[in-house]
């Protein structure tokens, strides 16, 4: 049996709107969006614009929220018991320490690294500030973040970023930000300027070998992620 004129009117609709689908989804395929990077980015920011500019440019164009991260509050309670440890408590919040996290650190583990840093290198020695805020113009860009202590060091200063996690291969890209971001707060000499990470469960301090300030805005020159 035929169809009637209406439902041949019914089919071609449903035609029509098929192929527009189909249209459309080859041309979002097709498509290549260019993200430009926003004036104000975070430390850990410049660091995912390093590591994968294609994952930074999709969060940038779709930004998610974020779930609740218990864990990543007892990341942040490590360090702010280093604060109170030399009596300059300050109010953290999570965001303000995106690299302190530790996904898989609990209770029992925080207590063994607070026993870990009473035994490392630096439980003797008094910070010059701890959780030091920066804004860093580079590049025409501004990087904010935090440093987790800053020492007075050999005539200059020395930047120590703790890390909490069992992996040893912090990047150094992070360390070369706060180096020079201390520098221009205090106005001295980059090379007046130590940095180093220190691994908080073994007690092992890396000092690697920091870009300068031309290589990091060449990084931020892209203008795009």
């Not at 218990?70 to 109170?84: D, I, K, L």
Request: aromatic share 6%; hydrophobic share 45%; glycine share 6%.
């Amino acid at each position: 049996a035929g169809i009637n004129s209406a439902d041949a009117v019914r089919v071609a609709g449903w035609d029509r709107d098929l192929q527009l689908l189909l249209t459309e989804l080859r041309a979002n395929a097709e498509r290549i969006r260019e993200v430009r990077l926003p004036v104000g980015l975070s430390a850990s920011q410049v660091l995912a614009l390093a590591a994968d500019p294609d994952a930074l440019a999709r969060d940038l164009a779709r930004p998610m929220p974020r779930p609740p991260a218990p864990a990543a509050r007892r990341g942040t309670r490590f360090h702010a018991w280093v604060e109170a440890q030399f009596g300059q408590q300050s109010l953290l919040e999570v965001d303000d320490l995106p690299e302190a996290a530790d996904a898989d650190l609990d209770d029992e583990e925080l207590a063994a690294l607070q026993s870990a840093f009473r035994r490392g290198p630096y439980a003797a020695r008094r910070p010059y500030r701890v959780e030091a805020p920066f804004a860093l113009a580079l590049a025409g860009r501004v990087i904010r973040g935090r440093i987790d202590a800053v020492y007075e060091h050999l005539g200059g200063w020395e930047v120590v970023d703790w890390k909490t996690h069992r992996s040893q291969s912090a990047d150094p890209l992070q360390l070369a930000i706060y180096r020079l971001a201390w520098a221009e707060i205090v106005g001295a000499a980059i090379d007046t300027v130590d940095a180093a990470f220190c691994y908080v469960r073994s007690g092992r301090v890396v000092r690697p070998d920091l870009p300068q300030r031309a290589e990091l805005e060449k990084l931020l020159g892209r203008g795009s992620a």
